[in-house]
């Protein structure tokens, strides 16, 4: 089973706006990464946030982190339809593997 | 610095074939993990290998295998092919063992197709 569960699974929105996609696990975690990936490419990784930390920005990214409620929310500010691809958070599950969610797609209209 | 390569980039088999696909990671990386992307169940992790040995597994039958060479590629071997096997096959590398602390680096993948 995933780990890490992406909501919603599909987002639409209008260049310029942005974008705000959430990830929720099950167990606890060290870290949580947010990959990107374009259609049928492989994945790239955004950014990484430390157990320990509660938001971390990346140019146009930010990322909070909530351990209480074993939440983390992407957003993307001022999207432009290169931002159109696949969004997936990944957690350590219990044997320390990296588990990804189910991914969000994102698609920016021009 | 090149990125993580995977070879082929596209295989189209028969069901009962049995499919070799290739890895190599960024020069210097150590680990080489393996995941199964399909449209129903998302990223689902089959293997990592770290130094040739084999360090976590995913929850995939027997006919999933793979192994890792002394330069650190790595092959996974799917043997007696199902249709259910057609996928996306991902590769990633990592200088330690994957985990979430680590960044991993995906190769462009191995679209495979049974037939």
């Known amino acids: 089973s995933q780990q890490g569960e992406e909501d919603p699974q599909a987002l639409s929105i209008q260049e310029g706006e942005n974008a705000t996609m959430n990830c929720s696990y099950k167990t606890s975690i060290n870290n949580l990464q947010w990959y990107r990936q374009n259609s049928g490419r492989g994945l790239v990784h955004l950014i990484l946030?430390?157990?320990?930390?509660r938001e971390k920005h990346s140019g146009r990214l930010r990322v909070t982190l909530d351990t209480s409620k074993k939440s983390s929310s992407l957003l993307i500010t001022a999207s432009r339809a290169a931002d159109t691809a696949s969004y997936f958070c990944a957690t350590d599950a219990a044997n320390s593997k990296l588990t990804f969610g189910k991914g969000i797609t994102l698609s920016v209209r021009p | 610095k090149a990125g993580v390569t995977q070879t082929p980039r596209y295989l189209i088999k028969t069901r009962g074939q049995q499919v070799t696909l290739s890895c190599s990671p960024i020069s210097g990386h150590r680990s080489v993990s393996w995941y199964q992307q399909t449209p129903g169940q998302g990223l689902q992790f089959l293997f990592e290998?770290?130094?040739?040995?084999?360090?976590n597994k995913g929850n995939f039958p027997g006919r999933f295998s793979g192994r890792q060479f002394s330069n650190s590629r790595s092959e996974m071997n799917v043997s007696t092919l199902e249709l259910g096997d057609s996928a996306l096959y991902l590769c990633?590398?990592?200088?330690?063992?994957?985990?979430?602390?680590?960044?991993?680096?995906f190769g462009p993948g191995t679209r495979l197709t049974v037939l």
């Open positions: 990633a590398s990592s200088s330690t063992p994957a985990s979430s602390t680590d960044t991993q680096y």
């Open positions: 290998y770290f130094s040739e040995t084999q360090r």
């Open positions: 946030i430390r157990s320990n930390e």
